[in-house]
C-alpha cells in the first residue's frame, strides 16, 4: 500500500493551509497515493496563547473542509488535528480526524496527554502550556482502513510508551502519530522515540509533523517520517513544505515479529 505524508506550515487562517494541502493532494492523486496523513493541527495553528478561533463545531463547515479532501482528491485523510468544540462541555479538544476515499468518517481520537514544556531557544525561555488551551481527551481509538490497522496518537502521546503497547494488543500494524514537535524538543527526540516506537512494538509507523516558524511563539521541527517495523527510514521529510511516499509492505511484519519474538 502506496501512503504520504504532508509536511507544511500551517498559519491561523485554514483557507491558506487548505490550499497548499490540496496541491500536494493532487501530487499524491499523481503518484497513486492510496492514503495520506497530516499533521497535528493542520486546519488552523493558533499561537498557544489560547485556541483557533476556527473551532470544529459538529458537522460545520470546517468538518466539511476537511471531509472534503478526502472526497475531492479520492485519498483517505488520515492522522492530522484540528481544534474541536466538545458539544457536551464546550470544552476545547485536539481532535484527530480520519476519513476515508469516499469521505466516509471513520472516527476521531482526542489528544489524551496534553503537552508542557519550558525550554530555551535561541537564547530565549520558551514556555509553552498545551492546557491552557486543550483539554485532554481520555479513549484510544482503533481505526481500520484497507490492510492498515491504525493505532491513532498525536504528538506528546510519543513519550507514553505504554500506550502503544496496548495498540499492539488491541491488533494495530501501523501507529500513527501526527505532531507539532517544537525545533528543541525535536532536535533532541523525535527521530529517536519515532523510530522506538517502530521497534519496540514491530509495526509501521507513519509521523507526520508541522514544519517552520508559525507565527511569534511556535516554530516546529518537521522531519516527518515514515519507519517500517525492523526500524528502518522509509521516508524522512526533513525541512521543508513538501509530500513525502512510501510503500507499505505488511509481510514485513510477520517476518520482524518471527525474526525476534517479543510477544508470546
Known amino acids: 500500500m502506496k501512503v504520504g505524508i504532508i509536511q507544511i506550515t500551517s498559519l491561523l487562517n485554514p483557507v491558506e493551509n487548505l490550499d ?10 499523481l503518484q497513486q497515493c492510496e492514503a495520506i496523513f497530516l499533521p497535528e493541527v493542520f486546519y488552523s495553528m493558533s499561537d498557544g496563547h489560547g485556541a483557533t478561533p476556527y473551532l470544529v463545531d459538529g458537522k460545520d463547515e470546517h ?10 482528491y479520492g485519498i483517505a485523510i488520515l492522522g492530522g488535528t484540528a481544534a474541536t468544540k466538545d458539544p457536551e462541555s464546550d470544552k476545547v479538544l485536539n481532535r484527530n480526524y480520519n476519513f476515508s476515499a469516499d469521505g ?8 489524551i496527554n496534553i503537552f508542557s514544556c519550558d ?3 535561541d537564547g530565549k525561555r520558551v514556555v509553552l502550556d498545551e492546557g491552557k488551551v ?37 491488533g494495530a500494524n501501523v501507529l500513527s502519530i501526527s505532531a507539532a514537535f517544537t525545533v528543541p524538543t525535536g532536535k533532541a527526540h523525535w527521530e529517536t522515540l519515532v523510530c522506538a516506537r517502530a ?9 507526520p509533523g508541522q514544519w517552520g516558524t508559525h507565527n511569534d511563539k511556535i516554530q516546529t521541527f518537521g522531519h516527518s517520517m515514515i519507519v517500517d517495523p525492523w526500524g528502518r527510514v522509509l521516508a524522512n521529510a ?27
Open 199 to 207: 521497534i519496540e512494538n514491530q509495526c509501521f509507523v507513519i509521523a
Open 20 to 29: 497548499k494541502i490540496r496541491g500536494f493532494l493532487a501530487e499524491a492523486k
Open 63 to 72: 468538518y466539511c473542509a476537511i471531509q472534503k479532501l478526502a472526497s475531492d
Open 104 to 111: 466516509s468518517d471513520l472516527g476521531f481520537y482526542d489528544k
Open 134 to 170: 486543550y483539554s485532554a481527551g481520555s479513549k484510544m481509538k482503533l481505526i481500520k482502513y484497507g490492510p492498515m490497522t491504525i493505532g491513532v496518537s498525536i504528538c506528546f502521546d510519543i513519550r507514553y510508551p505504554e500506550m502503544y503497547r496496548e495498540y499492539l494488543r488491541m
Open 119 to 121: 525550554v530555551e531557544r
Open 238 to 264: 526533513e525541512e521543508g513544505e513538501k509530500l513525502i511516499t512510501a510503500e507499505l509492505d505488511f509481510s514485513q511484519i510477520e517476518f520482524v515479529r518471527k525474526s525476534i519474538v517479543l510477544f508470546k
